[in-house]
């Protein structure tokens, strides 16, 4: 999802890296406020963790293996805040140091993965868990399904730009890459379940300490705030820009049906021969919920399979 | 593997050429104004394209580089703009448009191996902070940097020490190896930051 330079316009890289700083800002300004400086060496050391974490292969099928990207499990681990610092920390060395991502779009690249995806996870994680309780299995769930939100957000976000950009067509682009990524969430969501359990089992208290900051309701609504105004920014004038003629869409469509087959997923592959005929973003919402629902229930099932009833992610709570 | 991975993690090349010893500020500053008007120079500016990367061949020969390494750098690199490119070719008549982003993608991407390959991150990092950026983010990136070749050998040992005792490999058990693997890493980075927090106060760090 790093993308490149010469792929963005400089309007559209202008407009992200302003909504990154001020991301980045806030949460800058957050971890000084909230975090005891005890736990301020543990940001840099667990941005070298992702970073040595997304080395690890995950084997998928036929010789191809997919890695974590590890938004959701810092948002989790870290704290919200602390999270945005550190993915962003992670993008800037891979940027600088390995040429992963461009340095006119690492503004992009941090808004996408660095504050959309770990604002997402943080919020749908808390409101999750506020939902089911702090059991294991419950904290694993909500972990898991955070994960996928993250992928996809963070997906949609990045093809905004794209099209944005005028490199793609807003109707091609958001079904390719929000389909790809709802099977690529998968395998994050259940990356970070597992990996999540193994660092629970072992050191319980570690998300104590996320838990205790103060604020936590105010802090979750600011940082679904963010994510929200990162999303809006781009998503909200592609959508507009194209009316629901419905000329456009049988010509558009006549097209993207065979670039989406293409690229995936069987649900685009659904949407588009069942519902395009009546509307794009009609048969793009239906199958992003029933995305949604399979997401869910894969989380729902691996956190069963890691854990027993009643076990409690805090023992001592 | 191991030696893709070396050479992911060491991109800079030790020297003393001229280009070498220039401050680092200036070299960051002249990427960056490269790979600018890189992105700015109009679709099918071709000959200005060609001019760019005679520069940057120029650069790379007067700082001696080792050409192999750098061009193996770029191409580790080029799969992840042909996947992004790609998405271009799903318009009628995407074809210039796939072609003029390959062209600035790479010359960026060359711009920054060539930097990187010249110069230091510490340095780097260094310009950073003069630069007025928080330091608490700069902070993260230095602690980041110093810690993750450490993390990495940590994590190297524990696959190897996992390997060594596993017999079958069956993708169930990878998985559940490398989260094990993941799980155990955070917990002794959790921990060895507090030891890293308790060495810094030590040394008269504060926040």
């Not at chain 1, 490149?4 to 800058?28: E, I, M, S």
């Not at chain 1, 904290?139 to 905004?160: D, E, H, K, N």
Request: aromatic fraction near 8%; charged fraction near 10%.
């Amino acid at each position: 999802m790093h993308i490149p330079d010469g792929f963005l316009d400089l309007r559209t890289a202008a407009t992200a890296a302003a909504l990154a700083v001020a991301g980045l800002a806030y949460a800058l300004r957050d971890v000084k406020r909230s975090l005891p400086p005890r736990r301020v060496p543990l940001i840099g050391l667990a941005a070298a963790f992702v970073f040595a974490a997304q080395m690890l292969n995950f084997p998928v099928a036929a010789g191809t293996s997919g890695h974590l990207i590890g938004a959701a499990l810092a948002s989790v681990l870290l704290g919200p805040g602390a999270a945005v610092v550190a993915m962003t920390a992670v993008l800037v060395l891979q940027a600088l140091m390995f040429a992963d991502g461009g340095i006119t779009a690492l503004g992009a690249n941090v808004l996408n993965m660095a504050v959309v995806a770990p604002a997402v996870a943080f919020g749908v994680f808390a409101a999750l868990r506020r939902l089911l309780g702090r059991s294991l299995r419950a904290t694993l769930l909500a972990a898991g399904f955070a994960a996928w939100c993250s992928i996809v957000a963070a997906a949609v976000a990045c093809a905004a730009q794209l099209a944005a950009s005028g490199i793609v067509d807003w109707g091609t682009v958001l079904p390719a890459m929000a389909g790809v990524h709802m099977v690529i969430g998968l395998g994050e969501a259940v990356i970070t379940m597992l990996i999540l359990a193994v660092v629970l089992r072992a050191r319980p208290e570690l998300l104590d300490e996320v838990g205790r900051v103060p604020g936590t309701a105010g802090v979750t609504a600011a940082y679904g705030l963010m994510a929200s105004v990162a999303l809006v920014a781009f998503v909200a004038p592609l959508a507009s820009s194209r009316p629901d003629g419905l000329e456009y869409v049988a010509e558009r469509f006549g097209f993207a049906g065979f670039a989406t087959v293409a690229a995936e997923p069987p649900l685009a592959d659904y949407s588009v021969a069942a519902l395009a005929s009546q509307s794009p973003w009609l048969s793009t919402a239906v199958a992003g919920g029933i995305g949604t629902l399979i997401a869910f229930g894969v989380a729902w099932l691996v956190a069963r399979a890691l854990t027993t009833a009643g076990q409690s992610a805090a023992p001592h709570r | 593997m191991a030696a893709l991975r070396d050479r992911l993690l060491s991109p800079y090349q030790h020297g003393s050429s001229p280009v070498h010893r220039l401050p680092a500020a200036l070299k960051f500053a002249a990427a960056l104004a490269c790979i600018v008007l890189i992105v700015l120079l109009p679709r099918g500016a071709w000959l200005a394209h060609g001019m760019i990367a005679t520069g940057l061949a120029t650069i790379a020969l007067v700082a001696g580089s080792n050409l192999r390494q750098l061009a193996i750098r770029l191409l580790l690199l080029e799969p992840f703009v042909i996947s992004v490119a790609l998405l271009a070719l799903l318009r009628p008549g995407g074809w210039p448009l796939f072609l003029s982003i390959m062209a600035k993608s790479t010359l960026c991407l060359a711009a920054m191996v060539l930097l990187t390959a010249t110069t230091r991150f510490s340095d780097l990092l260094g310009v950073l902070w003069r630069a007025r950026v928080p330091a608490l983010l700069v902070t993260t990136l230095a602690l980041m940097y110093r810690y993750l070749f450490v993390l990495v050998e940590e994590m190297e040992r524990m696959r190897r020490a996992r390997r060594s005792r596993t017999f079958t490999a069956g993708r169930g058990t990878v998985w559940r190896g490398s989260a094990q693997v993941a799980g155990q890493l955070f917990v002794r980075t959790s921990e060895r930051a507090e030891r890293v927090y308790l060495a810094m106060c030590a040394r008269g760090w504060k926040s």
